[in-house]
């Protein structure tokens, strides 16, 4: 049936245009907010959902959320369009389109939750559709590795941010993130405040792949272009940066919070940047320039002052328009040319002009070339580092990042056009006009927002940063500010940068170190260690408890049970339970003898067909049992269950060899005594409970509303299917579940025999 | 020769008792069993039974008839796969508890309507939940049991 579905797909890239819709109704319903939001409104839409453990469908828009979520809708309709045509004609579209489709609404969900549970709910549905979108090619061992290691790492991440979410919660006195940042100062001074801080931190950092959690990004490359073009640059990984910025007014501002955040985000920006200049994958020296620039937000983050978190912003929505830009045209030239690397690449300008106009326009945006908003997230950038208390230090730290941008810029925007056409050993077309749209529409919001500065400011800079801040920030933006040292580094980082550009090749790239195959030692070697030793360990586990002998499974059940139950009743006085004397009828002591006579059959019977009938002999005296204390359903159901099993277990017995005693009579001494000892534990807890009232509060409820309020007489029934039917589906859900599971191990045994 | 043809045909049909006695009681046997099962489901609210037990009668009829007539036929008998009664039987059961949803009141919530239809005198949504159960038990057991007898 997979094969089946396996054929390409053959609607149109109409069916990105169509679904793109999808976006552009969130995206225009969003942008109805820009303008109450910047006059300082926010919003606030509850619905309950859990409320007895605090959890409501509660979503937030002020100026941070709605900029994310402006950027997530409004990228997500160009990448839809983008995707239709990358992947048209390809298997499995409408698979990919579902997936993507589920990761911008958990996105979306991300950015506007209010209650920190929920936030948490869409963090790590962010990270399972990611799974899928990064393991798509999931018949190339890389794809499926690559999500796995994505998964584990953001997983792992989550697992911290829910636990820093819970304490958060506790120690704030309500999950509600909008309330909490009226109670920072109440968490700061908590106790619990660096606990809280490092999990959410490391939640955070695992998701915006910072060091040492970044190289998940890199191998996520794997994926569809159109996933890393829409995941790895403008959203997914900006999640992080919007849980830090949104946590800023309750955790930050703290000596802990500047040392940790603008601490890891200034190494993550420095190792980034190094990696992007001895890469030469396209689509990976945009993932390590994205790690930096990911980085360089979490540093401002951390900094925290007014003009850093404005600088954030302001870069944050420009490096969204040119990273996914120049993501989705590193596709386009791997969809037609099917090369990736920089050094094979060349003169495409003569063959696909659009999009040469659009990657060179976006290659100018990433170098931060006036009048792009770039360059004045740049300038600004560069003023808030020299305004900081470690000026120099941050100051030469990001004036390597912006050279390491503008070679990256170079690499994909202008080599693979510019260059000397190498031979490529097929025909080259321009790509559909689907195709470039995206593209060309995000290069040129990058040059509209720079000239319309004062909008883009008032709209969206101040808003976010203010939310972020805690407090009013005004802006003003403007293109020249004069000759200042802020425009000299500009300047020289972009020459710089073009010089290096020049002389990048290999002996650039053998001058300046080791190369990226060189990975023994360094975060992702111990994560492949990690993992390593996890699978030796369940290997080594799974030979002892599962070794495929069906009694060890049991044996280890039963002592497992008895260690558990029966150590707490070593303390009870087990004499008390029998002093009750109790007499037996007739028939109940007759049919205690017919069950022992069973048992015994079952246990000394030296045919496996003989054992079976003492076994339907147990099941069936044990209705009887029932029927006799006017249990008449449960009778029923036993009478019914026993005349299967035993068909069940004659068809099971065909296929197993004749009985023979290949255990020792030792091994058979142990397991008489923990059948005895289980045995002797069932029979306690009976009597255990037969000295409970006879019927509690919870009985009599049953039996009083069984047909008031259920409209049934049955109370047997009515407590399965109306009083407890929540317990009942769950068990009809793991019936099917082992039903499916039989079904599969018997036809894959079936196929290996056809073989 | 012979032999061996006829064990070509017993593997095609599946592992099965070839008796005439047991064929011909089955083909009486089975339709009064399914109207037991009905029944048994049905009343349930009231009297002993309900979706469970309902299902494992049903479930045990159409077993009587494979082990006589062979699983191929059973399958013919049942005209979908066994796994298609698990997956509806699963629906059935959560709509029944989504229906509530619609009128506002709790996930699971019995709504109910009608009086004085004979046996089941209302009709309910845990009424549809038990059919999910006693469709759902059927499509399990048959899994179980076709699955094995077809493992020749």
């Given at each position: ?37 910047a ?15 605090g ?11 709605l ?17 239709g ?28 939750a ?10 790590e ?18 794809s ?24 958060l919660?506790?120690v ?8 909490l ?52 640059s ?50 990976r ?38 990273k ?14 099917g090369?990736?690397?920089a ?19 976006a ?16 300038e ?90 805690g ?73 002892i ?49 017919i ?77 008489a ?16 409970t ?32 109306d009083?407890?039917?929540?317990d ?28 | ?40 489901l ?43 009664f ?67």
């Amino acid at each position: 049936m997979a094969i089946k579905s396996m054929k390409p797909d053959r609607t149109t890239p109409l069916f990105g245009w169509l679904l793109s819709l999808i976006a552009w109704g969130f995206f225009f319903w969003l942008a109805r907010f820009i303008r109450p939001v910047a006059s300082g409104k926010t919003f606030l839409f509850s619905f309950s959902w859990a409320p007895s453990i605090g959890v409501d469908l509660s979503f937030y828009i002020d100026g941070l959320s709605l900029i994310f979520a402006l950027l997530i809708s409004g990228i997500g309709g160009l990448i839809f369009i983008y995707a239709g045509s990358y992947l048209s004609g390809k298997p499995l579209r409408g698979r990919f389109f579902l997936f993507l489709i589920a990761f911008m609404l958990s996105m979306l969900g991300l950015v506007m939750a209010d209650n920190l549970i929920l936030l948490f709910g869409f963090w790590e549905l962010t990270s399972i559709t990611s799974f899928f979108l990064i393991g798509f090619d999931h018949e190339k061992e890389e794809s499926r590795s690559s999500a796995m290691q994505a998964l584990i790492v953001t997983g792992a991440g989550g697992l911290c941010l829910l636990a820093g979410a819970i304490l958060l919660a506790m120690v704030g006195g309500t999950p509600s993130l909008s309330e909490l940042m009226t109670r920072g100062e109440m968490v700061r001074s908590h106790g619990l405040y660096l606990p809280i801080l490092i999990l959410i931190l490391i939640g955070a950092a695992t998701k915006s792949a910072q060091f040492p959690f970044h190289f998940w990004l890199p191998n996520a490359m794997a994926a569809p272009t159109p996933v890393s073009a829409y995941l790895h640059s403008a959203t997914m990984v900006k999640a992080g940066v919007y849980l830090a910025a949104r946590v800023n007014p309750i955790l930050g501002t703290t000596p802990q919070w500047e040392y940790l955040v603008t601490g890891m985000g200034f190494v993550t920006m420095i190792i980034a940047a190094y990696l992007v200049l001895i890469s030469s994958d396209l689509k990976r020296i945009l993932a390590y320039s994205t790690v930096a620039a990911l980085g360089l937000f979490m540093m401002l983050i951390g900094m925290g002052t007014a003009v850093a978190l404005k600088a954030m912003i302001l870069y944050l929505m420009a490096h969204a328009f040119y990273k996914a830009a120049l993501f989705m045209i590193a596709g386009i030239i791997y969809h037609e040319t099917g090369i990736r690397d920089a050094q094979g690449l060349g003169g495409l300008w003569r063959i696909m002009p659009i999009t040469g106009i659009a990657a060179l326009l976006a290659l100018l945006s990433k170098s931060g070339i006036p009048p792009f908003v770039t360059f004045i997230g740049k300038e600004m950038v560069f003023e808030a580092t020299l305004d900081s208390a470690l000026s120099l230090l941050l100051t030469a730290g990001v004036f390597f990042v912006s050279v390491s941008f503008v070679v990256a810029a170079f690499l994909v925007g202008f080599g693979p056009f510019f260059k000397k056409m190498p031979d490529y050993g097929k025909k080259i077309h321009e790509v559909s006009f689907s195709f470039w749209i995206g593209p060309m529409v995000l290069s040129v919001l990058g040059i509209f927002w720079g000239i319309f500065n004062d909008r883009t400011g008032r709209w969206f800079v101040s808003p976010a940063a203010s939310a972020i801040f805690g407090d009013e920030v005004n802006v003003h933006l403007a293109l020249w500010h004069g000759v200042d040292i802020k425009l000299l580094l500009s300047g020289a980082a972009i020459l710089l940068g073009i010089l290096l550009y020049a002389l990048w090749g290999r002996p650039f790239r053998r001058m300046i170190g080791w190369g990226e195959d060189r990975r023994w030692f360094g975060p992702e070697w111990g994560y492949g260690m990690l993992l390593d030793f996890i699978r030796m360990l369940s290997r080594w586990g799974g030979r002892i408890l599962q070794n495929g002998l069906l009694h060890y499974y049991i044996l280890f059940v039963i002592i497992g049970a008895i260690g558990i139950i029966g150590l707490p009743l070593l303390e009870l006085n087990i004499k008390s339970l029998f002093l009750k004397g109790q007499s037996g009828t007739f028939y109940e002591i007759g049919l205690v003898i017919i069950l022992l006579a069973g048992i015994l059959q079952v246990v000394f019977s030296g045919s496996r067909i003989i054992s079976i009938v003492g076994l339907g002999v147990v099941g069936y005296g044990m209705a009887l049992l029932f029927l006799l204390f006017s249990a008449p359903d449960l009778a029923m159901t036993q009478f019914a269950i026993e005349t299967l099993s035993v068909i069940l277990l004659v068809l099971v017995i065909l296929h197993i060899p004749r009985l023979t005693h290949h255990s020792s009579r030792l091994s058979r001494r142990v397991d008489a005594f923990f059948a005895l000892s289980i045995g002797a534990l069932i029979t306690i807890l009976v009597l255990m409970t037969a000295g409970l009232p006879e019927m509690g509060s919870v009985g009599s409820y049953f039996a009083e509303n069984s047909y008031i309020k259920a409209h049934g007489r049955n109370v047997v029934n009515v407590i399965l299917v109306d009083f407890r039917s929540f317990d009942t589906l769950g068990e009809i859900t793991v019936l099917s579940v082992a039903a499916m599971g039989v079904y599969s191990l018997l036809r894959l045994r079936q196929e290996e025999k056809k073989r | 020769m012979n032999q061996t043809e006829e064990k070509k045909k017993r593997r095609k049909g599946g592992r099965h008792i070839a008796s005439l006695n047991l064929t011909v009681g089955v083909r009486y046997l089975l339709p009064l069993l399914i109207f037991l099962s009905f029944d048994i489901l049905i009343q349930g609210h009231h009297e002993p039974g309900g979706g469970f037990v309902g299902g494992i009668v049903a479930a045990s009829a159409i077993a009587l008839y494979a082990l006589s007539c062979g699983p191929h036929n059973a399958r013919k008998l049942m005209r979908v796969s066994p796994r298609i009664f698990i997956a509806g039987g699963l629906t059935l059961a959560l709509v029944s508890g989504c229906i509530p949803l619609f009128v506002g009141a709790p996930f699971l919530t019995g709504i109910w309507g009608g009086s004085d239809i004979p046996v089941i005198q209302s009709i309910g949504t845990p009424l549809f939940f038990d059919i999910g159960v006693y469709l759902l038990v059927i499509g399990v057991m048959m899994t179980f049991l076709l699955t094995l007898m077809e493992d020749v």
